[in-house]
């Protein structure tokens, strides 16, 4: 019996948590028994998957696992007809008569993005107006983001998206190909230092970190260290859990760790997000 595979299958049930990658999630186990041998000794006790899954631990075990990728991926999403509206949208992409009312209400089925509907333009061009026009933009974490494209001032550049979506990522793929749009999608777990390795053959001149590093403050500098690129632009939210605007919405240790990498930058503001432009090139 594959404790592991019988785990990730079951974690996987998990609606918001289905186009996660299988692969990402076993490592995520197999992480977590390496810390925890003695559980892991436990679990493969048991004579089958039905008394398997009656274990205390098996349980605990899909909680926890379960609530670190709702914490780092979940929580962005809005899944009421979602599948629906990317359907629709696709279509309309295919007959070359998508609208901004169509963008908006595709980009509305991810909060992240939907938060940002009415200051994407501003925000591109607040951006590209420091960096230049890219030849090349990587987007980290990238969720629905990459359909933000609509809004961006230059066009003429190769678009790679990441994320540890699978799903998300292949519509990304199928509208990338629609609107034939230079492109190309891969799955990177940001968490692992074997995809911070690949991360760091990639040349690009522009690289989006939009809410990314909300998660977890420690993969900050070893993402950093890993991103070949001229410019990193990095996001935080400035809304606390309540929906309050946070009296201190700077983050004071990411600036810290910035000078202490010699990286100069500049930030701007929307209504619920502060962004980071980080020359690093």
Request: glycine share 4%; charged share 30%; aromatic share 12%.
């Amino acid at each position: 019996m594959d404790i592991v595979s019988v785990l990730s299958s079951d974690i996987r049930q998990k609606k918001e948590l289905k186009g996660i990658a299988e692969s990402i999630i076993k490592k995520e186990l197999n992480s977590y028994f390496s810390k925890n041998k003695q559980v892991f000794s436990l679990l493969n006790s048991y004579s089958n998957e039905k008394q398997l899954r009656k274990s205390s631990d098996y349980r605990k075990i899909i909680k926890k696992i379960r609530q670190k990728f709702h914490e780092s991926y979940g929580m962005f999403q809005i899944p009421e007809n979602a599948d629906e509206i990317k359907k629709e949208f696709l279509k309309k992409v295919k007959m070359n008569s998508a609208g901004e009312e169509d963008y908006n209400s595709i980009l509305s089925t991810h909060l992240s993005t939907k938060e940002r509907i009415q200051n994407y333009q501003a925000i591109y061009q607040k951006i590209f107006r420091i960096t230049g026009k890219p030849k090349v933009i990587l987007d980290l974490g990238c969720g629905i983001n990459p359909l933000s494209w609509y809004y961006m001032p230059v066009k003429n550049f190769k678009y790679i998206a990441s994320d540890i979506d699978i799903a998300s990522l292949n519509f990304i793929g199928q509208y990338f190909d629609l609107a034939g749009i230079n492109s190309e999608t891969l799955v990177l777990d940001l968490q692992n230092k074997d995809d911070l390795e690949k991360l760091s053959a990639i040349q690009c001149d522009v690289c989006f970190l939009f809410k990314v590093l909300e998660i977890d403050k420690r993969i900050a500098e070893p993402i950093f260290n890993s991103i070949k690129a001229k410019f990193i632009v990095a996001s935080f939210s400035t809304l606390s859990i309540t929906g309050k605007i946070m009296k201190n919405s700077e983050r004071l240790w990411f600036e810290k760790m910035l000078s202490r990498l010699h990286l100069s930058f500049e930030t701007f503001r929307t209504e619920n997000e502060i962004f980071y432009i980080v020359r690093k090139g």
